[in-house]
């Protein structure tokens, strides 16, 4: 499985290394999930600050958060779906605030790759309708990403 990955690193922090990590997480579970062939999603890196900002704009709470995701796919009132034979399937956006996945890597005590894997794997499960809203939705969506991560092989060191 193959997705179609846009990657925007505002920070001027991430390695290739991190890169192929996330590819590979995403591709993984977008075959796991079966999503269809060259899909879109893309995947920006940004400051604490900039997270912040978005979070504040979009979903009315004035803190950085670690990632938030813009699922596409959501019909808003008054929109109309566009369906072509040949156009790609976009999911939608994913932001992780790097200073928070560094953070948070440190606090649960693994590497910076594992935390940018996990983050970028819950985001992308939120574009797939994955929710934690609810204790119920919580569970099944807490369980997928579990054993995606652990299927894929990034477990916590």
């Known amino acids: 499985m193959t997705l179609s990955i846009d990657f925007i ?8 290394e991190h890169s192929v990590l996330i590819k590979g997480i995403l591709d993984f579970a977008a075959g796991k999930e079966q999503v269809e062939e060259g899909s879109e999603v893309s995947v920006t890196f940004v400051t604490d600050e900039r997270i912040r900002e978005i979070n504040r704009e979009y979903r009315d709470k004035d803190q950085p958060t670690d990632v938030i995701s813009f699922a596409l796919e959501e019909m808003g009132e008054d929109e109309i779906e566009i369906v072509g034979a040949d156009m790609p399937r976009v999911l939608g956006d994913i932001i992780i605030s790097v200073e928070k996945a560094k953070d948070q890597a440190e606090e649960y005590g693994h590497s910076l790759s594992r935390e940018l894997g996990f983050l970028a794997l819950h985001g992308f499960l939120h574009l797939l309708g ?10 099944r969506m807490f369980k997928r990403q579990k054993d995606i991560l652990e299927e894929y092989g990034l477990k916590r060191e």
């Open 9 to 16: 690193d505002e920070t001027d922090r991430l390695t290739e």
């Open 130 to 139: 994955y929710d934690h809203m609810n204790p119920e939705d919580e569970k």
